[in-house]
Structures are given as structure tokens and as C-alpha cells.
């Protein structure tokens, strides 16, 4: 095992990755989720690694799918009204490595973020995408390369 101060244990047999584009195939489309988790989930890696990114297949493999993009009210005042919104990101990741299949994994990430109702979701929404982004990349990251 190779170890990094990033806490990555990332096999020294293991020199490239590849991360395909994640569709947005949950019933209310974000136009540039796609990309902007795409690229934040390649930065991650390549910020924090020395894996080579290859088109390809390469030694290990990131593939998926945005599966859930909503918001639900979860406070509920004594007039009926939410006081907050809760807007909920859902991302199924497929994780092959082919040096060690035993590290293999596909598992559903979630992550939401509060705000409140009184707020119109449109003006919050790229701050609430960012955040849920990178919360989600930071433990899908984990769950890869972080083996403790």
C-alpha cells in the first residue's frame, strides 16, 4: 500500500483512473449538475492523487448516475408552512478496480442541505449544488481510496 497525507492508501499497482460522465437521470434536470459533478469528482481525485485520467478503462474506474434532485419541506410552523426546505442530491456510483476487484463497490451516496422556505430555491440552488457536490466527492473519495 502507497499512503498519502491525504490519508488515500492507494496501491502502488494502480497508475490510472477514469471517471465517466454522471447523466442526470432524476426527474427535475439541473442542466450543468452533470458536468459540474463530472469535473468536481475528477478534481478531487486528481488534486489528491497521482493517477494518470485515461478515456478509457483504466485501473480504476468511477461510473454512475444523479438519481435524486428535490427539495421537501421538514419544518412545519403552527400555520401549516414550512419554515425550512430541504433539497436532497441522491448519486449511485460504480467503483471497479482492476488491480484488487475485492475494492469494488456500487453504492448510493446522499446528501441534503437546509434552507430556509422563506427563500426562493432558485437564488440558493448553485450554493446548495456546490456544497452537496462536494460533500458528496469527498466521500465517494473515501470510500475508494481512503481504507482505514
Keep these: 500500500?502507497?499512503?498519502s497525507f491525504t490519508g488515500a492508501s492507494i496501491s502502488p499497482d494502480v497508475k490510472t483512473?477514469?471517471?465517466q460522465y454522471f447523466p442526470n437521470r432524476a426527474r427535475i434536470i439541473n442542466p450543468t449538475m452533470s458536468q459540474e459533478f463530472t469535473d468536481a469528482l475528477k478534481d478531487k481525485i486528481r488534486g489528491q492523487t497521482n493517477l494518470v485520467f485515461v478515456n478509457d478503462l483504466g485501473d480504476v474506474n468511477f461510473v454512475g448516475e444523479i438519481t435524486d434532485y428535490r427539495t421537501d419541506p421538514v419544518a412545519i410552523a403552527g400555520d401549516d408552512r414550512?419554515?425550512?426546505?430541504r433539497f436532497?442530491?441522491?448519486i449511485r456510483v460504480k467503483y471497479s478496480n482492476a488491480?484488487?476487484?475485492e475494492q469494488d463497490f456500487e453504492r448510493v451516496f446522499t446528501k441534503?442541505?437546509?434552507f430556509d422556505s422563506s427563500q426562493?430555491?432558485?437564488?440558493?440552488?448553485?450554493s446548495l449544488v456546490e456544497e452537496i457536490?462536494?460533500?458528496i466527492t469527498e466521500e465517494i473519495f473515501n470510500a475508494a481510496f481512503v481504507n482505514w
Design 1 to 3: 500500500m502507497s499512503y
Design 17 to 19: 483512473v477514469s471517471v
Design 82 to 85: 414550512a419554515n425550512l426546505t
Design 88 to 90: 436532497t442530491v441522491t
Design 99 to 101: 488491480i484488487d476487484v
Design 112 to 114: 441534503y442541505e437546509d
Design 120 to 126: 426562493d430555491f432558485s437564488s440558493v440552488e448553485q
Design 133 to 135: 457536490i462536494e460533500a
